[in-house]
Antibody, heavy 123, light 107 residues
């Protein structure tokens, strides 16, 4: 079974940095396109960004709200996805989910989700 | 950015009812819409991809249709375990935006 386990969420002061991780199992991680999605408390879902496989150049793409502050990376030897967050703002407070991306019928969908890790940005 | 507008924002129905949730895109997006279900305290789950294709393991009482700008998720014969918030999402172009969600409750 596919499992995604996020960790690293914490309480961080505005302007601070944090790295959260997502350990994957049950599939060939090195071939997978992966994404981060966040959800502020009581709010909707927001796509943060994604990373392609090494074969596809580990290409990344980000939402405008995080571009230049957040970096997605992967370590295929550890089946782990990372989200490095810097210059954190209160509006970055959210549960951060990692998901796999399924490509089928020429379209993508987020088919497996972790349980999420909580980031709170507050002084 | 493509805006996804869901309606209603909440609805209440009885066990056995058929309910529908609509999602309107701010521009035409073909069939590039996915639907997700999120129960309280849990991560979202994929229900339907590419507007009408049921994801593996999803009960057949869930169905989706639409293309262009207007999409619908229908739940037939509502069950207690369907109490959740439902989100549409466009996968046409980044940023891959979601609707604001529809909270479904039982009467």
């Amino acid at each position: 079974d596919v499992q995604l386990v996020e960790s690293g969420g914490d309480l961080v002061k505005p302007g601070g940095s944090l790295r959260v991780s997502c350990i994957a199992s049950g599939f060939t991680f090195s071939n997978a396109l992966m994404t981060w999605v966040r959800q502020a408390p009581g709010r909707g879902l927001e796509w943060v960004g994604h990373i392609s496989s090494k074969t596809d150049g580990e290409t990344t793409e980000y939402a405008a709200a995080v571009k230049g502050r957040f970096t997605i990376s992967r370590d295929d030897s550890k089946s782990t996805l990372y989200l490095q967050m810097t210059s954190l703002k209160s509006e970055d407070s959210a549960v951060y989910y990692c998901t796999t991306i399924r490509l089928k019928w020429g379209a993508s969908s987020f088919d497996h989700w972790g349980q999420g890790t909580l980031l709170a940005v507050s002084s | 950015d493509i805006q996804m507008t869901q309606s209603p924002s909440s609805l209440s129905a009885s066990v056995g009812d058929t309910v529908s949730i609509t999602c309107r895109a701010s521009e035409t997006i073909g069939s590039y819409v996915n639907w997700y279900q999120q129960t309280p305290g849990k991560a979202p789950k994929l229900l339907i991809c590419v507007a009408s294709n049921l994801h593996s393991g999803v009960p057949s009482r869930f169905s989706g249709r639409g293309s262009g700008t207007d999409f619908t998720l229908t739940i037939s014969s509502l069950q207690p375990e369907d109490v959740a918030t439902y989100f549409c999402q466009q996968s046409y172009s980044p940023p891959y935006t979601f609707g604001q969600g529809t909270k479904l409750e039982l009467k």
